[in-house]
């Protein structure tokens, strides 16, 4: 009786670790989701300092401006799709692009907000990547769709590549 107490007790520490490293995760990935940066700065601050990170960390020279951002903060869930669509746009760069330069433009106006990503970089033939997945279009695409905004696409071979996510500056499911 009591060896099969102790296994217990031994299987319940196990599931209490692995539990424990699960949670873990949990937070880390939604750190990585929503970094803390955004919370405390708002979008135009936080994306501020991204480019500046993302300068020094890549190699490359980006030019941040932002117009338009008053103390009113942006719904939460702007804030988290745009900066999300940003560093998908950044990672592209890097990885497929040779870019020297990005230029990140992000603007307020009445009711929407224009993130703008364009680098100096080879380009690409936009009807060869229509369905975009390597490219991590896809889920910029579905971000801009899931608020109700737009993403256009500019490219050609030589020629860089411009990205504009443009969304309604409001929460789309103020009720959920």
Do not use: W
């Not at 424990?20 to 601050?45: E, N, T, Y």
């Not at 941040?64 to 702007?78: D, M, N």
């Not at 364009?118 to 060869?128: L, N, R, T």
């Not at 769709?145 to 499911?173: M, Y």
Request: glycine residues 10%; negative net charge.
């Amino acid at each position: 009786e009591s060896a099969e107490g102790g296994n217990v007790a031994g299987r319940v520490a196990e599931l209490v670790e692995t539990t424990d490293g699960v949670i873990d995760g949990l937070h880390r990935l939604a750190a990585d989701l929503r970094p803390a940066s955004l919370d405390h700065l708002g979008l135009d601050a936080a994306l501020r300092q991204y480019a500046r990170s993302a300068a020094a960390k890549f190699g490359i020279a980006v030019h941040f401006k932002a117009r338009g951002f008053t103390s009113q903060r942006l719904p939460q869930i702007v804030e988290t799709a745009l900066f999300r669509v940003v560093q998908e746009a950044m990672t592209n760069v890097v990885r497929h692009a040779r870019a020297t330069r990005v230029d990140l433009m992000v603007e307020r106006r009445d009711d929407q907000v224009q993130v703008m990503i364009e680098d100096d970089g080879v380009g690409f033939e936009p009807a060869h990547v229509a369905s975009g997945e390597h490219f991590g279009l896809l889920g910029m695409r579905e971000r801009a769709d899931a608020l109700g905004g737009t993403l256009t696409l500019e490219s050609s071979p030589g020629k860089g590549t411009t990205i504009v996510v443009e969304v309604p500056n409001a929460d789309p499911h103020p009720h959920r």
